[in-house]
């Protein structure tokens, strides 16, 4: 069996649930369940803690697993990136008071720096030339600074509110800008026909999130100038109708520009356009 490892919380924990129930997979029926057995597609899922998973995969101990980019590069381990999976995007960035001095990277050089990515933080400065020394918190980093535990934090950014609320601002460039993706053991061919089959299936479902189905008859004279404007992965499906002088297209289109196709599609003579959602797909 393949031995998939997923968050049993945080903000990746739903989304990663989400995207492999959408792919055919059984997950669990209680919170209290650790492993749950899918004989039927030969995986076994595994939830473990969202700063474990890199560490479990990179020690072959799990086969495949959804974590964070920042996190995977925190673990200091062998485990290898496969492909993004589009969510839990967040930037990694650093923090200082507001009456500090602290204004620039260079500014950190001999600074204490609060964080809970203390390895990813360290090669950072390494990389850029900073001495400075790490400390490692495992919550509530943006009170290392007030508590006196810190001189300055690096943390995961969003909106920024928390840290103005704790009196910090945001300096220097993003260490990084991190989503989920899926990740597999070294010991694991990336050619493997079980990952293939997962690979695809998420994929799969990644696309049927991003894209939908648009159908819309156009004149046969104006068909070339349509194609322009929804070309397709490959091409679109072109059908004649009973009136001769038109054509039905089908095609699929990223679900974001919607309403920008609609538009100028009906600008070049189509009409009749409709948008199917999609349940699944195989690229």
Same mark, same amino acid.
């Given at each position: 069996?393949?031995?998939?490892a997923v ?17 055919g997979y059984? !997950? ?15 995986? %076994? &899922? ?31 381990? %062998? ?6 999976l589009g969510?839990?995007?967040? =930037? ?51 009170? *290392? ?13 969003? =909106? ?27 010991? !694991? ?9 997962? *690979?695809?299936? &998420?994929?799969?479902? !990644? ?17 070339? %100038? ?40 009906? %600008? ?16």
């Amino acid at each position: 069996m393949l031995r998939i490892a997923v968050p049993n919380k945080g903000m990746l924990s739903e989304p990663a649930w989400n995207i492999l129930s959408e792919a055919g997979y059984r !997950l669990r029926s209680n919170s209290r369940q650790l492993v749950v057995e899918d004989p039927d597609n030969d995986v %076994e &899922l595994f939830y473990l803690r969202p700063l474990d998973i890199a560490v479990y995969v990179g020690r072959g101990t799990i086969d495949v697993g959804i974590t964070g980019e920042d996190l995977l590069k925190n673990s200091g381990t %062998e485990a290898v990136e496969h492909f993004p999976l589009g969510f839990g995007a967040s =930037t990694f960035r650093f923090a200082a008071p507001n009456e500090s001095p602290i204004k620039e990277l260079k500014d950190i050089d001999g600074k204490r720096v609060g964080t809970s990515f203390d390895k990813l933080v360290h090669d950072y400065l390494v990389e850029h030339g900073i001495n400075a020394e790490t400390i490692h918190l495992d919550g509530a980093v943006e009170s *290392s600074v007030q508590l006196g535990v810190a001189d300055l934090i690096a943390d995961v950014v969003s =909106t920024g509110t928390t840290l103005r609320n704790a009196g910090l601002r945001i300096f220097a460039d993003p260490i990084m800008h991190s989503e989920a993706c899926l990740i597999r053991s070294p010991r !694991l061919d990336k050619d493997d026909e079980r990952l293939t089959i997962l *690979s695809r299936r &998420l994929q799969g479902v !990644l696309t049927a999130q991003r894209y939908v189905l648009m159908d819309y008859d156009i004149p046969v004279s104006k068909v070339s %100038e349509a194609v322009e404007v929804t070309p397709g992965f490959e091409s679109p499906t072109i059908s004649p109708l009973h009136d001769k002088q038109w054509s039905a297209v089908r095609v699929m289109v990223p679900k974001a520009k919607v309403n920008h196709l609609m538009d100028k599609l009906y %600008e070049v003579g189509a009409r009749g356009i409709i948008v199917t959602a999609l349940q699944a797909s195989r690229i």
